[in-house]
């Protein structure tokens, strides 16, 4: 079972940084994902940055321009870089591992955008 560890939420005002963290237990050697996900209060699941393992790399129309996923698979970690942020981007924000083998979330870490 792998475990995922999120950390770097917190409170910034509208137009602030946060660079969100997840590191995972074990190391796939199959083709994987790993991805952030948010959902705010009274909304669904949505997905917010995605990184395959062949590099391709995909994000919500909403974060373009503002967040930047990268993996460092040394040490088995997804980072989500996030800039300019805006009081829609408050929400938990959710560390994602998808294969063939199934998939994993973490715990959750909040992030609060105040304006």
């Known amino acids: 079972q792998v475990q995922l560890v999120e950390s770097g939420g917190g409170a910034v005002q509208t137009g602030g940084s946060l660079r969100l963290s997840c590191a995972a237990s074990?190391?796939?050697?199959?083709?994987?994902?790993m991805a952030w996900f948010r959902q705010a209060p009274e909304k669904e699941r949505e997905l917010v940055a995605a990184a395959t393992t062949d590099d391709k790399i995909d994000y919500a129309d909403s974060v373009k321009g503002r967040f930047t996923i990268s993996r460092n698979y040394a040490k088995n970690t997804v980072s989500l870089e996030m800039n300019n942020l805006q009081p829609e981007d408050t929400a938990v924000y959710y560390c994602n591992l998808a294969s063939v083998l199934g998939a994993y979330w973490g715990q959750g870490t909040q992030v609060t955008v105040s304006s």
């Open positions: 074990e190391r796939l050697e199959v083709h994987n994902t």
